[in-house]
T-cell receptor, first 115, second 113 residues
Framework: NAGVMQNPRHLVRRRGQEARLRCSPM?????VYWYRQLPEEGLKFMVY????????ESGMPKERFSAEFPKEGPSILRIQQVVRGDSAAYFC?????????????FGEGSWLTVV | KQEVTQIPAALSVPEGENLVLNCSFT??????LQWFRQDPGKGLTSLLL?????REQTSGRLNASLDKSSGRSTLYIAASQPGDSATYLC????????????FGKGTHLIIQP
């Protein structure tokens, strides 16, 4: 049973470009979470999605950031017009259900560097 | 707004020692608390999950306790080994279980051989 798969692992973008980060949850998991870890900071919740639905996006910046989890395929975190401050590690996590009290499983992360 | 604090921020001890990592949270209305381990450049590995109704969980040399009313959790590592060197993160899930975790900044642990 493969774990949470994220790609790319490392991504370099110039200021103003777009970054797309992908996350395939563990098999059987229908809930996906995205977190951001800035240098010297703790992990911060960004968004929680189920298939075709955004459940909670209270941690998402209001502009340039968007997330989706389509019926088929991976969840995608999209950052438009990246700036230096977007440089961070972006982690995806999945769980079977939100209210079951199950452990949340994290991917290895995608490290975005904006130059 | 929930805040999670971990003390100490860094710890370096000789191999073989027993040690305790501390985590405190400001809002006691949590669904569960989870301890993770993060190695440099890697993702998070779940170590122990304690439901709000539980007092402790054990796995091998690790024991985590939870005192929800006082907003505290501890992670006890027995007979530490160099392979335990990592950053240990504490995270709480809000009541209802539907929202994202709130993390502390972690304790960076070094076990000296």
């Amino acid at each position: 049973n493969a774990g949470v798969m994220q790609n790319p692992r490392h991504l370099v973008r110039r200021r103003g470009q777009e970054a797309r980060l992908r996350c395939s949850p563990m098999k059987g998991h229908s809930h996906v979470y995205w977190y951001r870890q800035l240098p010297e900071e703790g992990l911060k919740f960004m968004v929680y999605l189920q298939k075709e639905n955004i459940i909670d996006e209270s941690g998402m910046p209001k502009e340039r950031f968007s997330a989706e989890f389509p019926k088929e395929g991976p969840s995608i975190l999209r950052i438009q017009q990246v700036v230096r401050g977007d440089s961070a590690a972006y982690f995806c996590a999945s769980s079977p259900a939100a209210d079951s009290g199950n452990t949340i499983y994290f991917g290895e992360g995608s490290w975005l560097t904006v130059v | 707004k929930q805040e999670v604090t971990q003390i100490p921020a860094a710890l370096s001890v000789p191999e073989g020692e027993n040690l305790v990592l501390n985590c405190s949270f400001t809002d006691s209305a949590i669904y569960n608390l989870q301890w993770f381990r993060q190695d440099p450049g890697k993702g998070l590995t779940s170590l122990l999950l304690i439901q709000s109704s539980q007092r402790e969980q054990t796995s091998g040399r690790l024991n985590a306790s939870l005192d929800k009313s006082s907003g505290r959790s501890t992670l006890y590592i027995a007979a530490s080994q160099p392979g335990d060197s990592a950053t240990y993160l504490c995270a709480v899930r809000p009541g209802g279980g539907a929202d994202g975790l709130t993390f502390g900044k972690g304790t960076h642990l070094i076990i000296q051989p």
